[in-house]
């Protein structure tokens, strides 16, 4: 997934701003290091912001309330102009172990409120679900927040991790429920590890990957392994 860009856009002052190569190397190295596949720099530019895509937040979507996602997280149109702010950014493709069956990508939605009747239906939707929830809990998101730290460390003050969906740092031993805080009184169980969804900031990856010229699987999948990517925002 090698690409090459030009490390260098103009700021808001009219000043050149450049990540080095050496850092760039860091970075990818460091997410791979993490269990990424692979880790390219990107012009935050390039970013694909809608409105819409929150939407599907709203309708159809059980994160929705979850800490990392809206109301929680800045509007869209607040998310647009902090975007503004950045320079590049940092695109995570990370390793699954999750293969997932046309059945169950087809009915994913529908089974989280509704598991199917089948007995072996359900047995391989709790696999691929609880899959999910291990993967973002024990790689993703862990992973993405050591790539904002090292972003961090290089100088990149403001550097900001996203999730690919519903936080899971609270998913249960055996990765079949997510006690979330929402909207209880008691707020975050861990907010300083809380990062917002990317696309309840509005964040369309479809349209962000098609922009950069990258591949996501189209949905349904059929025996394949999903693309889970995350952005770490660099100043």
Request: glycine share 6%; hydrophobic share 40%; with cysteine.
């Amino acid at each position: 997934m090698a690409r090459n860009f030009s490390y260098r856009t103009a700021n808001t002052n009219g000043l050149s701003n450049m990540i080095p190569d050496s850092h760039r190397r860091l970075l990818e190295a460091k997410a791979k290091k993490l269990g990424a596949t692979s880790a390219i720099i990107v012009p935050a530019k390039d970013i694909v912001v809608e409105d819409r895509t929150v939407l599907k937040c709203i309708f159809g979507c059980n994160g929705w309330g979850s800490r990392v996602c809206p109301p929680y997280v800045p509007t869209v149109d607040e998310f647009r102009e902090m975007l503004r702010e950045y320079h590049w950014a940092l695109l995570v493709d990370w390793k699954s172990d999750n293969i997932i069956a046309k059945e169950i990508s087809e009915n994913f939605v529908e089974y989280g409120s509704r598991p199917p009747s089948d007995p072996e239906a359900k047995k391989a939707f709790k696999k691929v679900q609880a899959m999910v929830l291990r993967e973002r809990k024990e790689r993703i998101q862990p992973g993405s927040l050591e790539l904002e730290k090292l972003a961090w460390k290089l100088g990149y003050n403001i550097a900001l991790a996203t999730f690919p969906g519903m936080c899971a740092w609270c998913a249960n031993e055996d990765y079949s429920f997510v006690n979330c805080a929402k909207d209880s009184k008691e707020g975050c169980h861990h907010p300083a590890v809380r990062r917002p969804c990317m696309m309840g900031v509005g964040i369309r990856l479809d349209k962000t990957l098609e922009k950069l010229k990258l591949g996501l699987v189209k949905f349904p999948l059929d025996g394949e392994v999903p693309k889970q990517y995350t952005l770490i925002l660099i100043e």
